[in-house]
Structure formats: C-alpha cells, structure tokens
T-cell receptor, first 116, second 112 residues
Framework: NAGVMQNPRHLVRRRGQEARLRCSPM?????VYWYRQLPEEGLKFMVY????????ESGMPKERFSAEFPKEGPSILRIQQVVRGDSAAYFC??????????????FGPGTRLTVT | DAKTTQPNSMESNEEEPVHLPCNHS???????IHWYRQLPSQGPEYVIH???SNVNNRMASLAIAEDRKSSTLILHRATLRDAAVYYC?????????????FGKGTLLTVNP
C-alpha cells in the first residue's frame, strides 16, 4: 500500500532554470496539497488541488510558481526561473476526500530543492 | 484559525511515557485538534486527532481537557524513533479548513 510519492527527492538547479516537482498521491486519494518548508522555518501551505482543478492557491507566490493536477498522472509543482530564495523542502500531501476538519492528510517524503 | 501554544522542546528517556502539552484557549466549538509529527529529514506524519473525547490509536493517545482549552498528546513508551518535532494544529469549520497551519511545534528528544 504505497504512500504519497514525490520525486525527485533532491533537485539542484542553477538560478534561472526551471524546477519541476512531482507528487503521486496515495491510491484512491483525489485531493492534493503542497507545502513549503524554508530553512529554519515552519511548513507553509501553498496550494490545494483536486483533479483538473485548483481549489486554493492563496499560499503560492504570485509569480514563477504554478501547480497542476491533471486527470491522469501526478501533480506537478513548477517553479520557473528559480532564485536562491526558492531553496527549500517542498512537501506534498493527499487526502481521500475534501480535507475538512476531521480528515487527516498524508505527506510524502518531500523534494529538497537547492538553487545554486 | 485559533492559535496553539506548545513548549519549544521536551526531553524524555526511552521506554518512559511522554506527555506533550498544547494550549488552545481560543478554540471554538467546532475546531478539531490534530497532531502531526516530523521526524528529521522526513515529511510530516499524522498522529491523531479529536474533538471532545479522548482518543487512542496505535501510535498515541490524545487527552482533551473538559473545557477544550488544552490537550495532551501521550506517547505511552517513548522510543528513539519518536524523536521528532510534534505539532498541535486546530482545524476549524471555516471555508479553508483543509489547510494545516503549522507552528513551531515541540522538539522531543528521547535519551537512550
């Protein structure tokens, strides 16, 4: 019973390059959440997606960041023209239903992005 | 979202019980209390959640005060693998209640 999978686990990009982070939710889960953990800071919500829909992207930086969760395949968090400040751990979580008050979220191992 | 207050750090010995406190004095009647933990270099892991009654699962127990202004996560026998940051999070009934709002949590150190 595979958990949430994220790849790559580690990603190194030079400033100005693009970073693509992938997340496969747990089997049967159709709700995906992305969080970011900057060095020495807590986890912050970025975006909530359902299949083919962005429900809430209020935590995403306005520029360079985008997310999708297509009908088929993993969810993708895309960062264009990366800068050093994007270096962080990016975690994906999933839940089986609308992630309301009583539902837990299951997290992946994260992708650690380093921008050089 | 209502705020929670946790001690920055706690220390325990292996095979002893650990009681991790959380204060949430502004909790509303429909807020659930969730606990997650994050082991070093890993993603957060769901531990337990509850509303009013005490809850038990294979990982831990959650004791909720009668007035719901505080709760305690109980690890019955700490192991070295329980060393982690523990987060107490309230999830309310508002429109964006799917968001987990992580604070600084409690860093639990387990001594062999």
């Amino acid at each position: 019973n595979a958990g949430v999978m994220q790849n790559p686990r580690h990603l190194v990009r030079r400033r100005g390059q693009e970073a693509r982070l992938r997340c496969s939710p747990m089997k049967g889960h159709s709700h995906v959440y992305w969080y970011r953990q900057l060095p020495e800071e807590g986890l912050k919500f970025m975006v909530y997606l359902q299949k083919e829909n962005i429900i809430d992207e209020s935590g995403m930086p306005k520029e360079r960041f985008s997310a999708e969760f297509p009908k088929e395949g993993p969810s993708i968090l895309r960062i264009q023209q990366v800068v050093r400040g994007d270096s962080a751990a990016y975690f994906c979580a999933s839940s089986p239903n609308y992630g309301g008050v009583s539902y837990e979220q299951y997290f992946g191992p994260g992708t650690r992005l380093t921008v050089t | 979202d209502a705020k929670t207050t946790q001690p920055n750090s706690m220390e325990s010995n292996e095979e002893e019980p650990v009681h991790l406190p959380c204060n949430h004095s502004t909790i509303s009647g429909t807020d659930y209390i969730h606990w997650y933990r994050q082991l070093p270099s890993q993603g957060p892991e769901y531990v337990i959640h509850g509303l009013t009654s005490n809850v038990n699962n294979r990982m831990a127990s959650l004791a909720i005060a009668e007035d719901r202004k505080s709760s305690t996560l109980i690890l019955h026998r700490a192991t070295l693998r329980d060393a982690a940051v523990y987060y107490c999070i309230l999830k309310g009934s508002g429109g964006s209640n799917y968001k987990l709002t992580f604070g600084k949590g409690t860093l639990l150190t387990v001594n062999p």
